[in-house]
């Protein structure tokens, strides 16, 4: 039910453009759209771009896979335009709120939600890259198993990456901890550290400079990106509260920081040093091959090559 | 009123170590004295170890400058041990309270408080090198303006480094915001993250990578430092709660972060876009020179040379 499927991808900034030029460097015929000055720039780097209307009506005529790559507060605009029958995905850094966008906006749109887990610094087209998702993790969050999540899967696969399935919720959830909050935690670093003025900075070195690194990030993407995941964000900043308050209260009354520098060292190892993988295969044509999908990701596993409608993946 | 002058280094760590490996280099005579690990393997690359007595007897002998580089803990039983009239300094991670235990245990050691601001995650012997302070800040605390202050800002050259003067309170406001809460923070971030669960770990990329980075030094040292300096700590963890606290009112009211996000961002620009800087001299026999070197590192100015006794230094 597979094929190696044209890909249409909407908006070309950093990582709708890498998708771009990676879908093309593994020979697949792309197309895109954008806004004027990234889509100057695509079609100076030799790209087809289209205009919006155009671009999405020959996806749908060729039924090509669509990649939604805008900010997340120009999907409702795009997915109004996607012609029903659509095969759809994104690469969204929030899954819950363009789920709900998805149902309302371009209800029959075939969807499958995605969120590349790669980024830099910089932003738009002149930084895309493509090999930005090699070796990166790329969610795949699908309701059904059809063919447009092994669209997707392959997509990812194409770009050097390996896919981590999962439910919006969880997604969502698991990013407002380990990719918003660290934004969250930088600006409020680089901010105390800067009202320590001019000699603070002049000491600064190692940990205040890894610790604000993401600071230097373009706010308007920052915020867009924490804010559209304002729910899920805001359970993580109230962990991140309660466990500086306890740290603070502990060094207030005893004097000692051990229950949250352990606690810190240990979940530190935990990351760096992530146990041996064994492998496990999921038959997407099982009627529970989505359970079997979601428990993979929730158990911290991920899909490393397809083969048919045969994922083969890694548990640890 | 200054000569290149033999060095004895007590504790033959990551720091104190490098101390020594530095002078040494620089054609300094160097001896150490150390515990019995460490000692062993700096006997072992060629270093002369002594035991503490004999070491610190041999430098007030031979008027040589004593670098006191054991962890705060252990300051005050090496302390009691100087003898009078000894040229003194240290390279502790706070100053204020190494002032007061040298004011106390060795009132008449002729000291000057120092602090290099550098380190790595691994500790000991082993991870020492001459090269450790190439580029970076040593604070120097001095009280008056003297010989010992050359001795320490002439080690200070030897190693690489540029100088910061400063005074203890000072010094420890500072590093709280740009040292210790940096660690507090990555802590608190690993743990959340790893609260998280598997999927989160699994998830994690760039910004939680660099925002854990130091959760990883070894936690009774990070705890020794942060748990040193606490007083000072306890205000930086105020603002970092604080700042946090009013980012989470702002999302939950209003569902905006820009307030916060934008005044991260423009404290990171400070910190990686430094003004440049413009000459000046001290002269260290003027009755204002401690006052002039205490303005200097206020306002985040530095040392970076010295000629006879006046200094040439830098300020933004």
Redesign the interface.
Same mark, same amino acid.
């Given at each position: 039910m597979s094929r190696v499927r044209d890909v249409c991808v909407v908006g070309l900034g950093l990582i709708g453009g890498s998708v771009l030029r990676a879908a093309k460097a593994a020979g697949r015929t792309v197309w895109g759209a954008a806004q004027a000055e990234d889509a100057a720039k695509a079609e100076a780097d030799g790209f087809t771009v289209l205009r919006l209307d155009e671009a999405l009506e020959r996806a749908r005529r060729e039924d090509a896979l669509v990649v939604l790559a805008v900010p997340l507060p120009a999907v409702p605009d795009v997915l109004r335009k996607v012609r029903p029958g659509t095969r759809l995905t994104d690469v969204t850094s929030v899954k819950g709120p363009v789920a709900d966008a998805v149902h309302r906006y371009a209800p029959e749109a075939r969807f499958v939600g995605g969120h590349p887990?790669?980024?830099t610094s910089r932003s738009g087209w002149d930084a895309s890259r493509a090999d930005l998702f090699q070796n990166?993790?790329w969610?795949v969050t699908a309701e059904q198993s059809d063919d447009v999540l092994i669209d997707v899967i392959t997509l990812a696969f194409d770009a050097g990456a390996h896919v981590?399935p999962?439910t919006p919720e969880?997604?969502d959830?698991?990013?407002a901890?380990?990719?918003h909050?660290?934004?969250?935690?930088?600006?409020?670093?680089?901010?105390?550290?800067?009202?320590?003025?001019?000699?603070?900075?002049?000491?600064?070195?190692?940990?205040? #400079?890894?610790?604000?690194?993401?600071?230097?990030?373009r706010?308007e993407l920052?915020?867009a990106m924490?804010?559209g995941n304002?729910d899920a964000?805001?359970g993580?900043?109230?962990?991140?509260?309660g466990?500086? #308050?306890a740290?603070?209260g502990s060094?207030?009354s005893t004097? #000692?920081?051990?229950k949250?520098?352990?606690? #810190?060292?240990?979940?530190?190892?935990?990351?760096?040093n992530?146990p041996e993988r064994t492998p496990l295969t999921i038959d997407l044509t099982s009627p529970e091959a989505i359970t079997a999908l979601h428990s993979l990701?929730?158990?911290?596993?991920?899909i490393v090559a397809l083969n048919g409608t045969t994922v083969k993946a890694e548990i640890?």
């Amino acid at each position: 039910m597979s094929r190696v499927r044209d890909v249409c991808v909407v908006g070309l900034g950093l990582i709708g453009g890498s998708v771009l030029r990676a879908a093309k460097a593994a020979g697949r015929t792309v197309w895109g759209a954008a806004q004027a000055e990234d889509a100057a720039k695509a079609e100076a780097d030799g790209f087809t771009v289209l205009r919006l209307d155009e671009a999405l009506e020959r996806a749908r005529r060729e039924d090509a896979l669509v990649v939604l790559a805008v900010p997340l507060p120009a999907v409702p605009d795009v997915l109004r335009k996607v012609r029903p029958g659509t095969r759809l995905t994104d690469v969204t850094s929030v899954k819950g709120p363009v789920a709900d966008a998805v149902h309302r906006y371009a209800p029959e749109a075939r969807f499958v939600g995605g969120h590349p887990m790669a980024g830099t610094s910089r932003s738009g087209w002149d930084a895309s890259r493509a090999d930005l998702f090699q070796n990166a993790a790329w969610v795949v969050t699908a309701e059904q198993s059809d063919d447009v999540l092994i669209d997707v899967i392959t997509l990812a696969f194409d770009a050097g990456a390996h896919v981590v399935p999962t439910t919006p919720e969880e997604h969502d959830a698991a990013v407002a901890r380990i990719s918003h909050l660290p934004h969250v935690l930088a600006a409020v670093l680089a901010a105390v550290g800067a009202d320590g003025g001019p000699l603070a900075l002049a000491l600064a070195a190692g940990s205040f #400079g890894d610790g604000t690194r993401v600071a230097g990030s373009r706010p308007e993407l920052v915020r867009a990106m924490c804010e559209g995941n304002r729910d899920a964000l805001l359970g993580a900043v109230d962990d991140a509260l309660g466990r500086l #308050g306890a740290a603070r209260g502990s060094l207030a009354s005893t004097g #000692g920081l051990a229950k949250t520098i352990d606690a #810190g060292h240990e979940a530190r190892l935990k990351l760096i040093n992530q146990p041996e993988r064994t492998p496990l295969t999921i038959d997407l044509t099982s009627p529970e091959a989505i359970t079997a999908l979601h428990s993979l990701g929730s158990r911290g596993g991920r899909i490393v090559a397809l083969n048919g409608t045969t994922v083969k993946a890694e548990i640890s």
